[in-house]
């Protein structure tokens, strides 16, 4: 399932094709691999309409360059398709915790409880499962034999064909117990396009147990459908998650991940396969750089980051220049670490505005040590303390020694970061008391 971005991504990145024709093959393929998925199309044409969008409004910054501005732009865009920045919330909000899974027949939604019960029990928590399924005849047996697997106790009776009876006595049963997440199976005897009658037996089992989360269970394989399931659901129960499972196995995957979060339901959990261990939290800005291949877009992305971090830093340093603030070793950190993740010194210090022109172009050699005391620097700001970097007036010897301990370095390494900070202070306010000079000249602020 959308293997093939990721064979696009890598052909756009190290073909030699112009840019131009780049893009348009780019979203061709991009288009191709989607609607394969089962993406709807509209969706998928709205996102590409957005890409070019983009580009054609937007003006790319200096220190990327086109191909790499491309490459963030339809990561972030595939990102909303699939959720955005959503990252949902796994931990529970008090003990005991009680979890309702509920889904239609086939979705794996056994498997996914006892799946569940073992994503928290790694986690360090008491976990019971209770199965209330007597529509289908082997899920007691299957249940029990997959807490047996992962060592998670299973409340059931067998004899009993009361599902909520079941419910309430397991809930009960593991409150006794000191259990921290008692998770419930469900009956799932109804299909799709019975939506109906299973939010009504939701409704019910809800009003018996009183559940603290209430889970849908969603086959990954009815793509689009999911849309329609998802969303009744969604609007039923303001509480609820939804998890999509054999996302694996399925050429649909794509189609219900991006119907589901067309909804604005919250997906918590994906499957990933058949084992016990294959279900992960859904995070769709992670989801997004595995399938463009985070290989091939990590340094893309840690540039971007990089120039919005500089960016804020920048803003920073503007403020101290016309007295709003004042320049802290906290600044002088955030602004080596920016630095650092736009790439190496002599590509960055190209792209920024007026430096060729004001300081002579440093030698490779220059630029190496440059590199290598930004390293320092930043480990010796790692080892000081909140108050230190606040206020660096307070650091006398005793305190250097520490630090230099603390980052690996020599007491003289410290003392020349201060010494920089020391005169970036006095420059700023040479700075600002000749641009104040300049605006009473003029008249004004400039």
């Known amino acids: ?189 109804h299909g799709y396009g019975e939506e109906t009658k299973l939010l009504e037996e939701m409704k019910e089992m809800y009003e018996a147990i009183r559940p603290d989360e209430v889970i849908l269970v969603i086959d990954a394989s009815i793509g689009q459908k999911a849309y329609d399931l998802a969303l009744r659901f969604h609007q039923a129960s303001p509480i609820g998650a939804i998890i999509i499972t054999k996302m694996d196995g399925t050429a649909k995957g794509g189609g219900a991940l991006s119907a589901v979060a067309a909804t604005g339901a919250t997906i918590k959990f994906i499957g990933t396969g058949e084992k016990i261990d294959e279900l992960e939290v859904f995070n769709p800005k992670r989801y997004v750089a595995r399938i463009l291949g985070m290989g091939d877009i990590e340094t893309i992305l840690d540039k971007v980051r990089g120039l919005e971090e500089y960016e804020k830093v920048q803003k920073k340093m503007e403020d101290v220049m016309t007295g709003k603030g004042k320049l802290t070793l906290k600044d002088v950190y955030d602004q080596l670490v920016a630095l650092r993740k736009m790439g190496p010194l002599s590509k960055v210090l190209q792209h920024i505005p007026g430096l060729g022109v004001l300081l002579p172009t440093p030698t490779e050699e220059q630029l190496k040590l440059g590199e290598e005391k930004i390293k320092r620097w930043i480990a010796a700001l790692n080892s000081m303390t909140y108050k230190e970097l606040e206020n660096p007036s307070i650091i006398d010897k005793s305190r250097m020694r520490r630090i230099a301990e603390g980052a690996g370095l020599e007491i003289d390494e410290v003392r020349e970061l201060l010494e920089w900070y020391n005169n970036m202070n006095k420059l700023l306010k040479i700075v600002k008391r000749r641009r104040s000079d300049i605006e009473k000249l003029f008249g004004g602020k400039i």
């Open 1 to 189: 399932m959308l293997e093939n971005i990721k064979d696009a991504v890598r052909k756009f990145l190290t073909g030699s094709t112009p840019y131009e024709k780049a893009v348009d093959e780019f979203i061709k393929d991009l288009q191709k691999s989607l609607i394969s998925s089962d993406v709807n199309v509209k969706l998928v044409f709205s996102l590409t309409s957005k890409i070019r969008e983009r580009l054609t409004k937007e003006k790319p910054p200096s220190i990327l360059e086109r191909k790499e501005w491309f490459i963030s732009i339809v990561y972030d865009e595939l990102s909303k398709l699939f959720g955005g920045d959503k990252e949902p919330s796994v931990n529970p909000t008090k003990i005991p915790y009680i979890i309702m899974l509920v889904g239609v027949q086939g979705s794996g939604k056994t498997t996914t409880t006892a799946k569940l019960a073992f994503f928290y029990k790694k986690k360090g928590y008491k976990v019971g499962l209770v199965a209330a399924d007597t529509y289908r005849p082997a899920a007691y047996d299957q249940l029990v034999q997959l807490g047996s697997q992962i060592d998670v106790p299973v409340y059931g009776e067998p004899n009993n064909t009361n599902s909520i009876e079941i419910a309430q006595h397991g809930v009960s049963t593991f409150i006794k117990n000191k259990t921290d997440i008692i998770i419930v199976d469900t009956a799932g005897r």
